[in-house]
């Protein structure tokens, strides 16, 4: 670029982030996802560290506000079109729901079901998986 008779060299960022969403030159959100995912998972192990003997309730009414907040960040960036991306983002809410000492022997599905959480792979319900 010339400014005022100088050449000024252009900065080119691998990644910018504008209001927490994270953008790559290609438009690929996976560093987005992956952040999320890292402080949904931390804020998990925080619910897990300080509250052992939670009931389903209130772990549930949790989970929404300090978790499940996270992973849904900017939804429109990642709904539906990477299956890998909702996978890994679906692995945390299973996760999630295993914690719940009286949910640990179903399979997700119900768990889901039991705590009237949704899905968060919009569209690919009922696959099946534990």
């Known amino acids: 670029m010339i400014q005022n008779n100088c050449i000024i060299e252009l900065q080119r960022d691998a990644y910018i982030k504008?209001?927490?969403v994270v953008f790559d030159e290609k438009?690929?959100?996976s560093q987005h996802t992956s952040e999320r995912i890292n402080k949904a998972y931390s804020m998990l192990w925080l619910i897990?560290?300080?509250?052992?003997?939670?009931?389903s309730a209130a772990f549930v009414l949790i989970?929404?506000?300090l978790v499940k907040s996270h992973l849904e960040y900017n939804n429109s960036v990642?709904?539906?079109y990477r299956k890998s991306a909702i996978d890994?983002?679906?692995?945390?809410?299973?996760?999630?729901?295993k914690m719940i000492q009286e949910m640990g022997?179903?399979?997700y599905p119900e768990r889901l079901r039991q705590l009237e959480l949704p899905t968060l792979a919009y569209g690919t319900e009922g696959k099946?998986?534990?």
């Open 18 to 20: 504008d209001l927490k």
């Open 27 to 29: 438009l690929n959100f």
């Open 48 to 55: 897990r560290r300080n509250f052992r003997d939670i009931g």
């Open 63 to 65: 989970y929404k506000h």
């Open 78 to 80: 990642w709904a539906s």
């Open 88 to 97: 890994k983002l679906e692995k945390v809410q299973k996760r999630a729901t």
């Open 105 to 107: 022997n179903f399979k």
């Open 128 to 130: 099946g998986e534990t």
